[in-house]
């Protein structure tokens, strides 16, 4: 029986599945910790007793029935699975390190790393010329004046190194399809106000989307230059040079280097190209922007990608085969998502937030060292005891099954013949399990942790009061487009008549 197991100890990414493990439990354990264990200690499983225990104790219906099983560290949880060979038990242990993993989504107090620098980001992404709320007619979330707000409440918890506020892209404009900057118009107006309220909110980088390619890269540049906004795309080309592909934040051990990546779909392939985006260059671009940030002084490099949570995806990996320099992480636009836990690329979090300017993403980076090394919170121990979870349930219905009595001596041997080699799958891969988990312990004790990540989302509701300068700023743009869209009304039926 195949599983991912073995990769854990053969290939090259052996390490990172590691330090992914590793970075999990030791989250898990801060939330665990003190927690009262109940039932038996973990002990050796002998042929078999997955489904003799399974049977001896009334199968997982029993178990869940009972008070739910309690441990003191996460490793106890993940020892009682491999080695009781109990399916409830399986259970048990993968949802609280699920619950571990996703703990990130309500982060509160201190570092889960003592003495670790903590890097805070504020992100928003795909917000496509939307200055106001959504207009939802139950609870109508965002506004840029809310955001505002938002951005100037007091930092929770542990004190911050290092402030970041960046957009992932597609900003400016609700259509992405090419027009004319002929005269002044409406749309011209409001994009205008989107980049002086970014000014007002401090954004300090902003990803160039096809959605802000509307009216040509030059008059997007052109623009942004002049709000004092730093609008990003390394792989945009700027007559004979190109765009702006990167910013230095920060000073001393808390630099950050932002690379802003505008990446092709199929949908917006043309599109871009008519617009100067070389979707070929991105990753050599990248790389020198990446290169050239670290050699600076960069601790690590956010990725600002305009192209959807895929096509980042699949340049991140690229980056990687190309041995050049990953990002720590990457906020993307295009796809429309909410990522409360992080989506992974190998060892490169993925975060988008949302449309419309509904929620932003505060994302907390603890670091320590001189670079930054984030690992997946899941990583590959929990991926392993979800298929040893899955495989322990097999061999339980099938036991339960040939206990039934009605199944022909045949039948019953080929039963029995299968569970013997799914018994032996499962102990290989508990093998695995043990080992890694032994590996785990190791580094732990070496105290191996480099970096932790934790995302919340943050709802801008009806219920946050308006940042009067930007509200001010919304409103004036708004009463000069609707005069520009009835003037040209008029003019339109003026001509008509």
Not at 67 to 91: C, H, I, N, T, W
Not at 118 to 135: A, F, P, W
Not at 410 to 433: F, K, N, S
């Amino acid at each position: 029986m195949k599983t991912s197991l073995p990769r854990l100890r053969n290939s090259p990414a052996a390490s990172s599945c590691l330090r992914a493990a590793s970075r999990l439990l030791f989250a898990a354990s801060l939330l665990l910790l003190g927690c009262r264990k109940e039932g038996p200690a973990p002990e050796a499983a002998a042929e078999g007793s997955a489904v003799a225990t399974e049977r001896g104790q009334g199968g997982a219906g029993a178990s869940s029935a009972a008070k739910p099983m309690r441990f003191e560290s996460p490793q106890e949880a993940v020892d009682f699975a491999l080695f009781r060979g109990r399916y409830e038990a399986a259970r048990q242990s993968a949802a609280a390190l699920s619950r571990d993993a996703a703990a990130v989504t309500s982060y509160r107090g201190s570092s889960p790393i003592p003495g670790a620098r903590r890097i805070q980001i504020v992100s928003t992404g795909n917000l496509r010329g939307t200055l106001e709320d959504c207009g939802c007619k139950n609870s109508p979330l965002g506004g840029l004046a809310r955001q505002a707000t938002i951005g100037l409440q007091p930092v929770e918890g542990d004190a911050v190194a290092l402030m970041l506020r960046l957009d992932a892209g597609d900003a400016l404009f609700a259509s992405r399809e090419p027009a004319t900057a002929v005269g002044e118009t409406a749309e011209q107006v409001m994009a205008r106000a989107m980049l002086a309220a970014y000014r007002a909110l401090g954004m300090q980088a902003v990803a160039i989307g096809a959605y802000d390619l509307r009216l040509g890269a030059a008059w997007t540049l052109r623009e942004a230059e002049r709000a004092g906004v730093p609008m990003l795309s390394c792989n945009l080309r700027r007559g004979e040079g190109w765009a702006p592909g990167s910013v230095l934040l920060g000073d001393g051990a808390n630099r950050i280097g932002v690379v802003g990546v505008t990446l092709a779909t199929p949908e917006t392939a043309v599109l871009l190209e008519g617009a100067g985006v070389e979707a070929g260059a991105a990753v050599t671009r990248y790389r020198a922007e990446a290169e050239a940030l670290t050699a600076r002084g960069a601790a690590g490099v956010v990725l600002l990608a305009a192209g959807g949570m895929e096509a980042t995806r699949r340049f991140v990996e690229a980056v990687g085969e190309s041995g050049g320099p990953l990002p720590a992480m990457a906020l993307v636009s295009g796809s429309l998502q909410l990522t409360g836990d992080a989506i992974w690329a190998g060892e490169v979090p993925l975060l988008e937030a949302g449309d419309e300017g509904k929620t932003l993403l505060r994302t907390d980076l603890f670091v320590t060292g001189e670079r930054i090394g984030l690992v997946p919170e899941g990583g590959g121990l929990l991926e392993g005891l979800r298929s040893y979870m899955t495989l322990l349930r097999s061999i339980n219905n099938g036991a339960l099954g040939a206990a039934g009595g009605r199944l022909a001596a045949p039948q019953r041997g080929e039963l029995e013949r299968g569970l013997g080699e799914r018994r032996r799958a499962a102990e290989a891969m508990a093998r695995e399990l043990a080992g890694a988990a032994a590996a785990i312990r190791a580094e732990g004790d070496a105290g191996a942790a480099r970096g932790a990540l934790r995302n919340r989302i943050v709802p801008i509701s009806p219920n946050t009061a308006e940042e009067p300068s930007v509200k001010r700023l919304v409103d004036e743009a708004k009463v000069k487009a609707e005069r520009l869209t009835r003037g040209r009304a008029g003019a339109k039926n003026g001509r008509a008549r």
